[in-house]
């Protein structure tokens, strides 16, 4: 086992594949990783299994589809083969570092297979919203005048525009951007991968860190904002996110500062890009890189008004949202591109095969290396339209969502409306003009006939594994709990998911 090659997986919350420099974007988010990428198999078109994160990650480490065990269930089931169990049952030290992302606690099953698992929970703190002030008498004049005032939507709009100023200059005086900032930063959830890595350098290992850097509200670190030569000071930084997380704009009112919230988010990724570079000195420190095998993706990515949303809510599986990127490296690697749809499904399969381990039977993907796997093969997301709080039972059994991707062509199903879309995404990248239904047939037909099979084979499937999902959910159905879940920074996000 000594010369058994060893795993680090990095997942990044909410990055977009169009916002990496080695995918092609302009400005230099990713310099370390677009020198690792000239040693690495690049995956041009990754695609998430869904989206947001509660959607995602199923698929990333237990090689299955997220509504597999039902829309009810959320997180990994008791008993579910992944990842990291397949390397524990090899001989792996595993550990995970997770910075805050409430979704991926061990409440929610992602401590399984893990020695060591730190989710930095309990330094989550309150975020600067653009929520009223704590109620009282104030609020309650407020209130009062606001209702008046939404008789006349001229006169509402003013007032919304009023309180807004005023909850902001409240904000603006009171917090700092350290204050403000919910998630522990990347440097932090480094800081404690090497002190773990430093204990044990005789056995492979397999490190998953997951960062939150990038994921709104966007407060990046002062050095990353002069890395990226971004000339905002803190006041206008706290501005920008209250004024981004307003409810009471038309979207198309969030122009005219969209381009400096890119700013902030472009920023908490070039601070990711100096910290995994710091991590992979370490691991070269205590000779450890020369056998490691190192993976970089996301659970899914942020739209920035593409389609007049911000965040990533569950309303859409456009790409903005479910393309991400993704980069393995292994020793003694040359740069390769894998450019046909490569669902995230696989990933779990392809690291395994890296490492030479077997992978669980019950793993739906296949290895990109072996030789079996199909190139041109069918990459399919899914979610629940708008669960933006899955910890309320009735948001997890709405109407489903189903994207199926081939390489230029797009089926996009809307169970709640009946209805699809297909897009041609080479001529209509930004899915902006369905094609019509007469237009593709064959096309068409085969995207069809995969989600037919798709949605048999999960309402015939996995019958333990959803009954025990059932079982550990239980506790998150009393109301008691679902007011203010353990590990959520404040009720104000949880209506952004993570």
């Known amino acids: 086992m000594a010369k058994q090659r060893s795993l680090v997986l990095i997942t990044v919350d909410c990055l977009r594949a169009d916002h990496v420099g080695f995918l092609g974007y302009e400005r230099p988010t990713t310099p370390f990783l677009d020198e690792l990428a000239a040693k690495s198999c690049v995956f041009t078109e990754a695609l998430a299994t869904g989206s947001p994160t509660y959607y995602s990650f199923p698929g990333i480490l237990a090689s299955r589809y997220p509504l597999a065990l039902g829309r009810e269930n959320i997180g990994l089931s008791p008993g579910e083969s992944t990842l990291a169990t397949r390397l524990k049952q090899a001989g792996y030290r595993t550990a995970a570092f997770t910075a805050g992302n409430p979704y991926l606690s061990d409440r929610f099953g992602y401590h399984t297979g893990f020695d060591h698992f730190e989710d930095f929970s309990q330094s989550l703190k309150s975020t600067g919203s653009a929520a009223p002030p704590v109620a009282g008498k104030i609020t309650f004049f407020n209130r009062r005048i606001a209702k ?5 939507p001229p006169l509402g709009a003013a007032y919304d525009e009023a309180y807004f100023r005023y909850t902001s200059w409240k904000v603006l005086n009171s917090h700092s951007i350290d204050e403000l900032r919910p998630y522990s930063s990347a440097d ?12 044990g350098r005789d056995s492979p290992f397999f490190l998953w860190l997951h960062f939150m850097d990038a994921h709104a509200p966007y407060f990046p670190a002062r050095e990353a904002l002069n890395q990226m030569g971004t000339p905002f000071d803190g006041r206008r930084i706290r501005y920008l996110n209250l004024w981004w997380n307003r409810h009471d704009l038309k979207a198309s009112s969030f122009s005219a500062h969209v381009g400096d ?6 920023a908490g990724i070039r601070w990711v890009d100096s910290q995994i570079q710091r991590l992979t000195n ?6 450890l890189w020369d056998n490691c095998v190192l993976a970089l993706t996301a659970d899914h990515g942020e739209e920035f008004l593409d389609h007049g949303g911000r965040f990533h809510k569950t309303s859409s599986l456009a790409q903005e949202l479910i393309h991400v990127p993704l980069l393995i490296r292994e020793p003694g690697m040359s740069s390769q591109a894998a450019n046909t749809p490569f669902s995230l499904l696989n990933l779990a399969p392809t690291l395994l095969d890296s490492l030479e381990v077997g992978a669980p039977n019950s793993f739906r993907g296949k290895s990109y290396w072996s030789e079996k796997t199909e190139r041109d093969s069918i990459a399919i997301s899914e979610c629940v339209a708008n669960c933006n709080n899955p910890y309320l039972k009735g948001k997890r059994v709405g109407p489903r969502l189903l994207a199926l991707r081939l390489r230029q062509h797009k089926l996009v199903f809307d ?3 009946s209805t699809d879309r297909l897009f041609d995404l080479e ?9 019509p239904r007469d237009h593709s047939k064959p096309i068409r037909c085969r995207l069809l006939e995969a989600a037919r099979k798709h949605l048999a084979e999960a309402a015939n499937s ?14 998150l159905q009393t109301s008691r709990q679902l007011e203010v879940p353990k590990a959520c920074p404040s009720p104000a996000l949880i209506e952004v998911p993570v």
């Open 427 to 435: 001529r209509d990248p930004r899915e902006l003009h369905p094609l």
């Open 148 to 152: 008046a005032c939404h008789k006349l």
């Open 261 to 266: 919230v890119m700013y902030l988010y472009d």
């Open 282 to 287: 370490q691991l070269r420190a205590l000779q």
């Open 462 to 475: 996995n019958a333990d594994l959803k009954i025990a999902s059932r079982v550990r959910g239980l506790p």
């Open 415 to 417: 169970f709640e409306s």
């Open 188 to 199: 932090k959830v480094v800081n404690s991968a090497s002190s773990w890595l430093e204990q």
